[in-house]
């Protein structure tokens, strides 16, 4: 068995491990890099690997930092199937041709307005590159067992978001299992990630590996006292999220704070991401998934206004009435949340709540660390609205609950991997399973390949 560490290896985002096992190269992810420029800059750069010598590419969630350069692998020559779980499949869709709709309008921008540093611009992929890998991802049913050659595939859920999994690798009694991102023991929509299982090689996240979440769950108090002092001063408050994953946790929350009289009943609540209103839908569809009540689903967006269009979008950002504006993108990086940004940041009556992972780099982290001003199109835009994270409202286990679900494997893996973190968060995360679990663990380089 060979690995190699092709991505998320010294970092959060671009999650891409590349298996050898039972003559079969299985890409595990396919993810992009976000956040630093130095980062960014990799997605340009082509895999270390002929994509055309790829057999398979097996898909743990679809978040964009673990689907989203998919396109570009396909558009290099890629030619194999992509195995993902069937809620995996619906949402890569909505966020791979947004990702792709996001990366032509910043072109298309860049050119117009010459604030690229190349000659000119181009997008990392169109839509229609999306198109094509979309169209070869194959769904999986957790629990099913799919034979990529001689080698054993099989999904488990693992909480986190609508549709992500774990992946087992088995070939002639060998297990590698990946975690992908783990979820939350009592996450607001999706229930506890499930044991993982048997492993002799273990990959495993560390997004929140040198981090505790609060304990209890104080979002929703500390949301709603946002809400009403903002109300009360006449601002709006701005809820960059996750159009997938975050914005519906948001819209759960907001509503049980209305039902609770919390919040005013009559506040007007806008989603203004086309790209959520797409992922609701899905959410709705899949709602066996989830452990919301599926009455309580079902009524997720009643009262809920939905922008329509760009033109409405700026209409809100221009208005000056009290409001909750949930807009994508989650960090702040690109999409119609920038013209409320830009909008609602000067207003000290405003206040921006983040509610999800800041990678390091990117303008929500920027703004959480306190940045005075932050740049938007090209330009400076001064805040002075105030800016919160929303703590213990994360899609991702904290260290404690890691180690707690890594317990449950039966014997302790040959050799485990921590994948998927700052480094810092990443070697906390090694030392604790090392001193705590007595397993053999080590932090790979980005790059780097091991023969097991
Ligand atoms: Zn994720």
């Known amino acids: 068995m060979q690995i190699q560490f092709l991505g998320a290896a010294d970092t959060v985002t671009g999650s891409r491990h590349l298996v050898t096992l039972g003559g079969q190269r299985i890409l595990l992810d396919c993810g992009m890099f976000q956040g630093y420029k130095v980062l960014r800059e990799r997605n340009w750069a082509p895999l270390q690997v002929a994509p055309r010598e790829i057999d398979a590419v097996v898909l743990s969630h679809a978040h964009l930092d673990h689907s989203g350069w998919l396109p570009r692998l396909v558009q290099a020559g890629f030619r194999g199937p992509i195995h993902a779980s069937t809620a995996t499949r619906d949402l890569a869709e909505v966020l791979l041709l947004d990702s792709a709709h996001l990366q032509e309008e910043d072109t298309r921008r860049a ?142 929350l907001l509503q049980r704070l209305k039902r609770a009289g919390e919040i005013p009943d009559t506040l007007p609540v806008f989603l203004d991401s086309p790209m959520a209103s797409l992922a609701t839908a899905l959410y709705i569809r899949h709602r066996r998934l989830l452990r919301v009540p599926q009455r309580e689903i079902a009524t997720l967006c009643d009262g809920v206004r939905i922008v329509a269009d760009a033109t409405q979008s700026q209409r809100l950002a221009a208005s000056r009435y009290p409001a909750v504006i949930i807009s994508a993108s989650g960090m702040a990086t690109g999409g119609r949340v920038l013209h409320h940004l830009k909008a609602l940041a000067p207003g000290p009556q405003n206040h921006i709540v983040f509610a999800g992972f800041q990678v390091g780099g990117s303008r929500g982290a920027h703004l959480v660390a306190g940045a005075t001003q932050v740049k938007i199109h090209g330009e400076y835009v001064p805040v002075r609205a105030d800016v919160s994270a929303l703590e213990g409202f994360s899609g991702h286990a904290d260290a404690d609950e890691l180690l707690a679900w890594l317990r449950l494997m039966p014997r302790k893996p040959a050799q485990t991997y921590v994948v998927h973190g700052e480094p810092e968060a990443a070697d906390t995360l090694r030392l604790r399973i090392q001193d705590e679990l007595g397993w053999a663990v080590r932090v790979p380089q980005h790059g780097e390949q091991v023969t097991l």
Do not use: C, W
Not at 150 to 167: F, K, M, R, Y
Not at 234 to 245: C, D, H, I, Q, R
């Open 111 to 252: 050119n117009r307005y010459g604030f690229s540093h190349h000659a000119k611009a181009l997008p990392l992929y169109n839509r229609a590159d999306a198109r094509r890998a979309i169209a070869k991802i194959v769904p999986l049913a957790a629990g099913r067992r799919l034979a990529i050659g001689n080698v054993e595939v099989t999904l488990t859920p693992v909480g986190h978001l609508l549709g992500a999994s774990s992946v087992a690798l088995t070939h002639e009694g060998r297990t590698l299992v990946f975690s992908g991102d783990v979820g939350r023991q009592h996450d607001v929509l999706m229930p506890a990630p499930l044991p993982l299982p048997q492993a002799d090689v273990l990959l495993v996240e560390s997004t929140y590996g040198n981090r505790s979440h609060p304990s209890g769950d104080t979002a929703p108090a500390e949301l709603a006292r946002i809400v009403r002092d903002t109300v009360h001063r006449g601002g709006k408050v701005l809820l960059p999220a996750f159009a997938v994953g975050r914005a519906q946790a948001l819209l759960l």
